[in-house]
């Protein structure tokens, strides 16, 4: 009973290793062709294993693409939000949530730039539960970036005036120009750039 | 003679008029459901034609992606281009191109917003003729609001140490994002926060 007891968690041990590592090919894959191009029978090919076997994990094309996401909210996670959850809230945070999208993207965690905004753009115009899921991280993350530029609001960190709108409108216009800019050119003057711009923007405000 | 000649007109005259008319149609298309979905049969099939009729206008997926590319740059050019070389060098002129830009989207002249920006993001990481010239567009477009700048800083409308290369990069992010965005939303605040955030970093220096 112990032997099967250990048995079986080995045997779900290398499933979930084989699922993890299926899925972040996968999610890798659809920086560069595309979630929609994320079919089973080419991810298969892609990653040289059955398509029976991938049939067996994900039973739709549909599916593929919802853990897809999943498995990419869970790396943007823990290479982006949970670091920059470790500054202190208010304008640091928003700071240090630039700073590690900014590396994530120097990093070329996915070739393709940012998972988010390569796969949000491509299904922008369209319906269903994978443009809902989208969507929800995008609430997620402005959500995040808007918290931290609030607290920082409510400690004097930011002009009392700022429109926090426009701010949080500007912070993203930078984070994506770097993921659409970055993947093409490798060139680390384009990350510069986007510091600069929402560093110089996320200033303190000139004492009075 | 004459009558041949007036029917050889007429008959240049229809023919320039439907390959306009396809080409126009054509263009709409690229910016929803993609250029590189942009085929022969696709696009009879969209416009209603024969598929054998298009094929006697564009004898390739790539001639007829090339020749969409062309229909779409003089649309630019006339909606977007030529209107803002109207006002005077300089500062006034960086600010028509930004007004024109966000016009070009508020009119929806294309469903997907900028044919430029849906076309480069699905195109950049690819290699070829239609990749190439996408790239020139992007260096014909930057290259005219960084005249403008240039323009403003020799006439003082700009701070003498302002970074040509972090204002023409943010600019070209809040371009960018509202293309993303306001096609989705269709919700005039995108356009009028672009706006907002390009008037301000493009304002006049403070008198010293």
Redesign the interface.
Known sequence: MTMTSVEGRHQRSDGVRTRASILAAAAALAT?VGLDRLSIGGLADHIGISKSGLFAHFRSKEALQLATIEAAWQIFDADVVDPALRAPAGRQRALAFVDAYLDHLRRGVFP?GCFFASTS?EF??RSGPVSARLAEFQWYWLGLIRASLEAAKRAGELDPDE?L??LG??I???S??AH?LY??RRDA?VLD??H??MRDRLRMPRPT
Chains 1, 2 share one sequence.
């Open positions: 560069t393709g753009a922008h115009l429109d709108d426009l409108f500007e993203e216009s930078h994506l120009h659409l993947p093409i003057r750039l986007a600069q711009a």
